[in-house]
């Protein structure tokens, strides 16, 4: 037992640990947590030296590391229902983007909303996602695609991990789309990232990680690699919105620069999964978009467990091709539509998901020493969790070693 005062004592938990192939369910026992970190864990009921602050009893629930939705588009102001009726009535996603809709009609509200509105519209959706368990997210920008709009939503992204029990880590994604004013210009609004945008979220701290979108209606590898150049001069990650309605060799270029992950897959071939693996970088697993945009191309899972690449998965929340805010729904589709383990899936919300933000030292899993976000969940086993279709099975949820209401 350590030495350090223990402010929270969890007891009577079922400690779940997943490797690639399951996941393990200790007997119950308990988790001491001093600080913000996990102090102690072990079996049956504690012997404890030192002054316990609080105590829990879990009476045999699932306690699990705190989820990670490690890449979400959550501050946008408005929503894209109409153009999901559009959908259904035949119109394809690449159409309706063509035409003017899409990303770039969430960009205009997202221009218009004050900074006040922004941060309103999106905490809703934030709050959400901590009512199902995730303890840490990826914010991007991508909806304001000028100086000052990618700024204010940077800057929402930051005051709501400021405001709220979540830890929020940024990617600017001003190679989104092309924004209205340079249409038919792609080459100068990419100088405008490189020379103006970027530059600027990095000085003053807004950015985390660097993302772009290289797809036939997004940017071309030649331009995605020229942001790439710029994240590297400023000393920040990348990771790519990749291969998910056309093979772009995305992947296999996020490689090249260490990306901590490529992300969507659908159309990934071999030499980019080998190229992902060499690098370490993650393939994030998105099925809320396939699902929500009816894809039938499914992304080579078997070739990425071939070649060791770590899956993750996560929500991809935005209102054009998965507005969810639920993460453990994910973990169902990623099951139900790709195939992938229980275990695999929840390795995809936990540890894989935190070494995509580059987090997996202090997150991702419910060891010694590791930060104390943690989830208790009503389940009599891990499969559960992927096996209910938007279920509330979770019970409680601690971010940084403290708990805080499910409202
Ligand atoms: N791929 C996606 O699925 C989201 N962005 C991207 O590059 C969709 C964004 C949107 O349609 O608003
Ligand atoms: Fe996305």
Redesign the pocket.
Known sequence: MSAAPIDLLIRNARVVACDDASCAVAPRGFIAIAGDRIAAIGAGDPTLGEPVRDEIDADGALLTPGLIDCHT?LVYAGNRAREFEMRLQGASYESIARAGG??VS?VRQTREADEDTLFAESAVRLQSLMRHGVTTVEIKSGYGLSLEAELKSLRVARSLGERFPIDVRTSLLAA?ALPPEFAGRPDDYIDEIVQRILPQAARLGLADAVDG?CDTI?FTPAQTRRVFEAARAHGLPVKL?AE?LSNQHGAALAAEFGALSAD?LEHLDEDGAIAMARAGTVAVLLPG?YYFLRDSHLPPIELLRRHGVAMAVST?C?????PTTHLPLMLNMACTLFRLTPAEALLGVTRHAAQALGLQATHGTVELGKVADLCLWDVDQPAALAYEIAGGALRARFKNGVQHPLQ
């Open positions: 588009h899409g990303i969430t989104h979108f997004g919105h998910q969507h978009a991809d935005n209102p054009g091709t998965s």
